[in-house]
């Protein structure tokens, strides 16, 4: 970075791109181009990489430099109430036909209402009612008339009901008590007569009620010439103006009908008498059928939609159908459907988390129903699980063009591509994202870049260029890589916070290297009480490490505990025993289940590396056990095979071990060392014992050769090792670890080796020698006690 010429980070550009992502990059190119069926995102990689900032910010990109798709809207079906008309306009036009909807009507329960209440129609319309009345009266009459000689009256019986009766002298109905009294053939007479008038009388009620009907006709022609004059020359405008989108035409045209229909709604509307789906309505000036429900709109916008949906539900990925409860009433309409997350991203992008998705139900379903079928169908989980009989709506279905990027992590992704076929199908592209990148000089820009960019968008203090360099130092311990640096946006995010808050404590204009390096210190001391108390616990022999001296069959191993955010290595003194046997290595550990599958697999190949070397032509006479001391909580992980096997030699070669060095290292069964995880942590874990007890320049770690690269340790353990009062040495075979903590060649403790293991051989050839020779005795015993003749 010495080529860098900035003071601070306040004078470099943010970050426009992808930072050493340029795979996941091409993927998110081609699935966002393809725009094919199935071509959705999955973006994996660990968490902290910032896969959502950057996916979003490409997305967002991709979507400014498309159209904005179009607006769709839910309107009332006239004829079948259940199934509303799915209706697309152009982006923008659904606003407004919305607001010329919503005029129209407004302007009609003004003026349906004045066209009828006036003189002209009231005269008109009492005109038809007194034509038929007459026409009705005069008919009764001339029946009655008729009636008059036969001595029976035409009387009302009931609200259109008439009948025939038997008439007295004054031509009024005769009473009951009078007819009685008539003899037998006076009353035949009258009911032959009453008889012979009702069939008239049905042949005239028949007519009356074609009378009637033709009074309701051209009282209805009469309302609906009423009503069109009221309507004016609105309707045809609004036909006019959406003369080219044949669904709108229709739409008017079946609103038309139905206002001659429902003039009622506009006649006899009372405020107070509203149902279950006016309670809710969000205009209630307008009646629920005549309005739009513009379930997506994008008026406000000139690009494709990137959405974001953080809570993905069922509902609120696919859409659902809301119901009201007002007065005892259960009730919905297609002024109730309310869009999900796929309806705003149609067109565009939708981005969600696919451990959330899977944790809702049936949310994931619903999603691979609209990719897979290419089209949203609101339908409510009740009706689906046959749940709810309540009667619903079965809204049109929208066609769907949406890519779908999920976001998760490689524990997710295999899960789906093992248990759920569909997948795959639906979502083709995989876009992986790196942990590091290398540490180059173009990317070390970049990086300056990303913390620019940090620094802008949460309003911290710029950052001066030592500060950034110590920056890119930790981001390069996080990869654990001298030469390359950490992706993990999230812990450079929280460093920046860290160090702002502390620049900012002393009004500092600017985040210098030592509030960096403060932040690291206070992030140490935040997590440090357990790496505390076992450093507390290891200087007061609590926890016996020796960090001097000599000794046989024991060696200081090294360890990484912690977890989430925080890791700390930590000494583990390791011990064998060597005993009279025939080969066998007892682990301890895994005897008593405390040991893992790493583990045990190391203490087997360290088991074959020793029988290949001394073992070859004939077995081991001796057998060794190996343990953790003071381990309780279990022990995995094969970086401590070099330490074991190193123990095990000095055990069976009787050579001390020095006690001022630790190592680290896995194994083959070539004897070759092999690299492990958490070097740093390992020798600053062993560094701090040493440092609390004193340093003698004696001290130091062994670790393998190819971990040389992933060297970046703190600052006090780089001083000491510059000091020479701290040792690292790197080994990449098994014998230059055994000169360096046994002191002698490794040679030399082969041959102590040999030399006992010939003893105990010998010592058991001479054993089997003695076996033998007594076995010969007794046999010879035997037959002499059987040859010898049997006495009477």
Request: charged share 25%; with cysteine; aromatic share 6%.
């Amino acid at each position: 970075m010495s080529d860098f010429s900035f003071e601070t980070t306040q004078t470099i550009p943010p970050l426009d791109t992808f930072i050493g992502q340029k795979r996941a990059e091409e993927a998110l190119c081609f699935a966002t181009a393809i725009n094919r069926k199935g071509y959705s995102i999955f973006a994996v990689g660990h968490d902290g990489l910032g896969k959502r900032t950057m996916v979003r910010r490409f997305l967002e990109q991709r979507a400014a430099k498309m159209e904005a798709p179009s607006d769709w809207m839910y309107l009332h079906d006239f004829v079948n109430p259940r199934k509303p008309w799915a209706v697309r306009l152009p982006c923008g036009l659904g606003q407004v036909f919305k607001a010329d909807l919503q005029a129209f009507i407004l302007d009609l329960k003004q003026s349906i209402p004045a066209a009828f209440d006036n003189e002209g129609f009231f005269e008109r319309a009492e005109k038809i009612k007194d034509y038929y009345s007459e026409q009705q009266s005069d008919a009764l009459k001339k029946l009655a008339l008729e009636a008059e000689p036969l001595q029976l009256k035409l009387v009302l019986q009931s609200p259109g009901g008439y009948m025939f009766v038997p008439a007295n002298e004054e031509g009024q109905p005769m009473e009951a008590d009078t007819f009685a009294a008539l003899d037998d053939e006076q009353r035949k007479a009258f009911r032959e007569a009453i008889e012979q008038m009702e069939k008239k009388l049905r042949v005239l009620l028949r007519h009356l009620a074609q009378l009637e009907k033709q009074s309701r006709l051209e009282q209805q022609a009469l309302n609906e010439e009423v009503t069109n004059d009221a309507l004016g020359d609105d309707l045809q405008e609004l036909l006019t103006k959406y003369a080219e989108f044949p669904r709108i035409e229709a739409y008017l045209k079946a609103m038309h009908k139905d206002l001659l229909d429902n003039l009622a709604i506009f006649l006899d509307l009372d405020e107070d008498d509203e149902d279950a789906i006016a309670s809710v309505s969000p205009d209630k000036r307008i009646p629920t059928r005549y309005q739009v429900n513009l379930v997506i709109s994008h008026a406000t916008s000139d690009h494709a939609p990137v959405i974001e949906e953080a809570l993905p539900t069922h509902n609120n990925i696919v859409g659902h159908i809301e119901n009201v409860t007002y007065q005892g009433t259960v009730a919905t309409d297609f002024s109730l459907i309310r869009p999900g997350a796929l309806h705003r991203a149609n067109g565009g992008f939708l981005l969600l988390n696919a451990e959330r998705i899977l944790s809702q139900p049936y949310a994931w379903d619903g999603l691979k129903l609209a990719l897979r079928t290419g089209s949203l169908r609101i339908d409510t989980l009740e009706r689906q699980l046959s749940v709810s009989g309540s009667v619903s709506l079965e809204p049109e279905p929208i066609p769907l063009s949406c890519t779908v990027a999920l976001l998760g992590d490689y524990d997710v992704l295999n899960a789906l591509q093992e248990q759920d076929p569909e997948f795959m199908e639906l979502f083709k592209v995989v876009a992986e994202f790196e942990t590091e990148m290398p540490r180059s000089v173009p990317n070390q820009r970049l990086y300056t870049r990303l913390v620019s960019s940090m620094v802008a968008s949460e309003n911290l203090l710029p950052v001066s260029k030592q500060g950034v360099m110590r920056m890119i130092e930790e981001a390069s311990r996080m990869a654990e890589h001298q030469g390359k640096i950490s992706l993990n946006a999230a812990e450079l995010s929280h460093l920046l916070r860290e160090a702002d808050y502390i620049a900012t404590r002393q009004l500092k204009p600017c985040i210098e290297v030592d509030d960096v390096r403060e932040a690291l210190q206070a992030r140490r001391r935040r997590g440090g009480r357990y790496p505390e108390q076992m450093l507390e616990s290891i200087t007061e022999d609590f926890i016996m490490i020796s960090s001097s001296g000599q000794q046989v069959g024991q060696v200081n191993g090294l360890t990484v505990v912690g977890g989430h955010d925080f890791y700390h290595g930590q000494p583990s003194r390791i011990t064998a025993r060597v005993h009279y046997g025939n080969g066998e290595v007892l682990d301890i550990e895994r005897s008593v289940h405390l040991g893992g599958s790493m583990h045990s697999k190391g203490v087997m190949i360290l088991t074959g590396f020793l029988c290949g070397l001394f073992g070859s032509e004939d077995s081991l006479p001796l057998d060794a056990s190996l343990v953790f001391e003071q381990s309780y909580a279990g022990v995995d992980g094969d970086s401590a095979s070099l330490a074991e096997l190193v123990c095990l030699l000095s055990a069976m070669a009787e050579v001390p071990v020095k006690q001022s060095l630790a190592v680290t290292g896995s194994i083959n069964q070539l004897g070759e060392v092999q690299p492990i995880g958490g070097v740093n942590e390992k020798i600053e874990g062993f560094f701090e014992v040493c440092q609390a007890r004193g340093l003698t320049g004696e001290q130091g770690v062994i670790i393998p050769q190819q971990n040389v690269m992933q060297l970046m340790l703190r600052e006090e353990v780089l001083e000491a090792v510059k000091q020479k009062q701290f040792h690292i040495w790197a080994v990449s075979q098994v014998e230059e670890a055994v000169q360096l903590l046994l002191g002698l060649p490794a040679k030399k403790v082969y041959e102590k080796i040999t030399d006992r293991l010939d003893r105990l051989r010998e010592k058991d050839n001479d054993d089997d020698e003695e076996d033998s020779k007594d076995a010969k005795e007794k046999d010879i015993k035997e037959k002499d006690t059987k040859s010898e003749p049997v006495k009477k």
